[in-house]
């Protein structure tokens, strides 16, 4: 057993151990461009060359069956094809919490990873093989491991993370995913890989970072907090531990044990969602966590993505312009996210949030006014398109980034995988309502669709205020005075 250091000596090994290190650095970079981009990547990849994937998509079914589709069946099987990746999301985040427990957070990325160089490889294939089922199967795949690691990923950079750097960290995940949502619509375009014979390289291109993954793992870490309260190897959890902050294992021990009696005692017992769902003190925190992930996508982020084309257009913009005017805003969500990583440690959590979701709110209704009256003077479309890189702004400030690592903050280890768990089921879930519903619900409300969106961010925006705790690291002073004696139960 590793000798534990004393009381007095915590707040000097904090400062030692609070840094970044090669370990740290190799685990984030692995995490990120391994999951997080492949996963955006996925999310966005059938946008630019959908037309030409609608058309491979009927000619294989008439050519090799003989099948007719009407123009409504058409779109119903289109639809399926884009939206089965947002159900297999669902159920990755269904069953994240299992996966993380049972596998344990670096099992689960390796799992993960295979399924993510398999659906690579039916997405290359679907094209030579003359099947629209093959590229379907690849789409749930994808989707299920997207879910999965929603959940996973960014409890296992919390886990691994110098203590006051939890933020910074947990920005990484939404930031890959934006990044592999500009990367897709980047290889997207005409002169690049969205073409009729190149299109299987463009749909499967995040497979490479998987082989990529697969060298990383040897040097991957587990997470030492997984080893020390749930898998209880306490040894092999000081070592990696120790190898991970770069100091003797005599010198780390003060991270593991310096928690709450309550919180130690959580991580020993065993969690379930319905033990979750009924225990009292989970109750808040968990609301929080489900309102936050659904709440990003019920603030219309996608909608206005699907929209923007169309604002773009009334502009004066032409076709070629448009997609580049897509890319610049997928390039501002992708700056904006990444910028987070500074924003989050120096103003922390619930202040972004709560100025993004006030900002979301304003900036949704004055586009929901210019867009009425479109042509009601030259420089109204204009303004509307100002708008929409506005609403991606302050968007990209606190609520599209912190959702993802919120859960990991406020709940202790023990009970977090179901808890991360069902917010990612929420967000995935959302998305998929939103990827359904909006069309319909445009349909009936025309452009006053995006009240719908205002109103929800302003619900969030008095949920958040009233109930959302700052959630910054123990300072070091606050690390004094806690008691780390391995002892107390």
């Known amino acids: 057993m590793v000798d534990l250091p004393s009381v007095v000596d915590v707040a000097t090994l904090a400062v030692i151990g609070d840094t970044w290190t090669p370990l740290v650095i190799l685990s984030a970079v692995v995490a990120t461009f391994g999951f997080a981009v492949p996963a ?84 290359f294939a679907a094209k030579y093989v003359h099947s629209v089922e093959v590229f379907f199967v690849g789409r749930i795949v994808v989707g299920f491991i997207a879910g999965l690691m929603t959940t996973v990923v960014p409890m296992y950079l919390n886990e691994i993370s110098p203590p006051s750097f939890t933020g910074l960290m947990g920005v990484m995940f939404p930031s890959g995913l934006t990044l592999g949502i500009l990367i897709s619509q980047i290889m997207g375009l005409n002169f690049l890989l969205g073409t009729d014979d190149l299109w299987p390289l463009l749909v499967s291109g995040y497979a490479w970072l998987s082989v990529l993954v697969f060298i990383s793992f040897p040097w991957l870490p587990e997470s030492p907090k997984y080893l020390h309260q749930v898998a209880k190897l306490e040894d ?14 005599s010198t780390v021990g003060w991270e593991l044990t310096n928690s709450s009696v309550m919180s130690r005692r959580a991580s020993q017992e065993k969690w379930n969602l319905i033990r979750v769902l009924t225990t009292h003190r989970l109750q808040l925190p968990l609301c929080l966590v489900i309102a936050l992930q659904a709440g990003q996508q ?61 900002s979301t709110t304003l900036t949704l209704i004055l586009l929901t006014i210019s867009i009425k009256n479109m042509d009601q003077a030259r420089w109204i479309p204009l303004a509307s ?23 990991a903050e406020l709940v202790e280890i023990g009970p977090r995988p179901v808890v991360m768990a069902l917010g990612s089921v929420a967000n995935w879930g959302a998305n998929f309502l939103i990827g359904t519903g909006y069309m319909p619900l445009h349909n009936l409300l025309k452009e006053s669709v995006f009240l719908v969106f205002a109103f929800c961010t ?20 606050e690390l004094t005075t806690e008691n780390v004696n391995p002892n107390d139960e």
């Not at 670096?106 to 690579?120: H, M, Q, R, Y």
């Not at 206005?304 to 312009?321: P, Q, T, V």
């Not at 890319?327 to 501002?332: M, N, P, S």
């Open 40 to 123: 955006g990547y996925s999310l966005g990849v059938l946008n630019t060359p959908v037309k030409i994937l609608q058309n491979w998509t009927n000619v294989t079914y008439v050519s090799e069956r003989g099948t007719h589709f009407s123009p409504t069946q058409f779109d119903l099987l289109w639809s399926l094809i884009v939206s089965v990746f947002l159900i297999g999301g669902v159920v990755g985040g269904l069953t994240g919490a299992w996966f993380a427990d049972r596998l344990g957070r670096k099992g689960t990325l390796i799992f993960g990873n295979v399924l993510n160089l398999a659906s690579g490889i039916m997405f």
């Open 298 to 358: 019920f603030s219309g982020i996608n909608a206005i993505f699907y929209y923007s084309s169309n604002i773009f257009e009334s502009a004066g913009l032409s076709r070629d312009a448009i997609a580049y005017a897509n890319i610049g805003t997928g390039f501002i969500n992708f700056c904006v996210t990444t910028c987070g990583l500074g924003l989050v440690h120096r103003f922390g959590r619930r202040h972004l949030l709560i100025f993004s979701c006030l």
């Open 385 to 407: 398109v100002v708008l929409v890189l506005i609403f991606v702004f302050v968007y990209d400030l606190g609520l599209g980034p912190i959702p993802y690592f919120i859960g």
């Open 236 to 249: 092999q959890a000081y070592e990696v531990l120790s190898r991970l902050r770069n100091l003797p294992m």
């Open 458 to 477: 302003f619900l969030l925006l008095l949920f958040v205020t009233r109930f959302l705790p700052e959630t910054k690291p123990l300072m070091e002073d």
